[in-house]
């Protein structure tokens, strides 16, 4: 590839597809440790965050359905390189900005690897509406007295306490006859 391609510090949620324009044995030694950093020419890369496969081990789904169903890729992103990723043969490589633990790095890749697009992860809203519920409120939960919630403890044990002894009861029986 011609250009440098730049990861900012503190990215998260970016993919990065590749294509591999290499003969499968190289494309499998690229999942050897080290072997992938240097030839994006960076120093260090998490390969947990990392994929390398042949696009006809996606059969039917192929590399659109892969990024929208399985890497979580909004489908609008995907359908404007729809025919581009369809027309993909060979190896890829995914990489996930996890991948470079949040450092700023700049990626010069090998001649046989050519960036197809970046895609972004469809990001969760973790916020929640605030609390309303009355139930939802800390110490809610109806009191009993002192006495009442023993006797009710000392019940629910009792009936505990006989089911256990019936059902031992009758696992002996059966054993016996």
């Given at each position: 590839?011609?250009?440098?391609?730049?990861?900012?510090?503190?990215?998260?949620?970016v993919?990065?597809?590749?294509?591999?324009?290499?003969?499968?044995?190289?494309?499998?030694f690229?999942?050897?440790?080290?072997?992938?950093?240097?030839?994006?020419?960076?120093?260090?890369?998490?390969?947990?965050?990392?994929?390398?496969?042949?696009?006809?081990?996606?059969?039917?789904?192929?590399?659109t359905?892969?990024?929208?169903?399985?890497?979580?890729?909004?489908?609008?992103?995907?359908?404007?390189?729809?025919?581009?990723?369809?027309?993909?043969?060979?190896?890829?490589?995914?990489?996930?900005?996890?991948?470079?633990?949040?450092?700023?790095?700049?990626?010069?890749?090998?001649?046989?690897?050519?960036?197809?697009?970046?895609?972004?992860?469809?990001?969760?809203?973790?916020?929640?509406?605030?609390?309303?519920?009355?139930?939802?409120?800390?110490?809610?939960?109806p009191?009993?007295p002192?006495?009442?919630?023993?006797?009710?403890?000392?019940?629910?044990?009792?009936?505990?306490?006989?089911?256990v002894?019936?059902?031992?009861?009758?696992?002996?029986?059966?054993?016996?006859?």
């Amino acid at each position: 590839m011609d250009g440098v391609i730049h990861i900012p510090a503190g990215e998260r949620g970016v993919i990065r597809l590749f294509a591999l324009s290499m003969r499968p044995e190289q494309a499998a030694f690229l999942k050897e440790p080290g072997a992938l950093a240097q030839v994006l020419g960076i120093e260090m890369l998490d390969m947990e965050q990392v994929e390398i496969f042949p696009v006809s081990d996606l059969e039917d789904i192929g590399l659109t359905g892969y990024l929208t169903e399985g890497c979580g890729v909004p489908r609008a992103q995907v359908e404007e390189d729809r025919e581009l990723l369809q027309a993909q043969e060979g190896h890829v490589l995914l990489i996930r900005s996890r991948a470079f633990d949040g450092k700023e790095t700049r990626l010069t890749p090998a001649d046989q690897i050519r960036l197809i697009g970046t895609y972004g992860e469809r990001q969760i809203n973790w916020s929640a509406p605030p609390e309303t519920a009355e139930s939802a409120k800390p110490y809610s939960a109806p009191k009993l007295p002192p006495r009442a919630a023993r006797s009710q403890s000392r019940r629910i044990g009792a009936v505990l306490f006989t089911v256990v002894m019936l059902l031992i009861a009758l696992l002996v029986w059966v054993l016996v006859t």
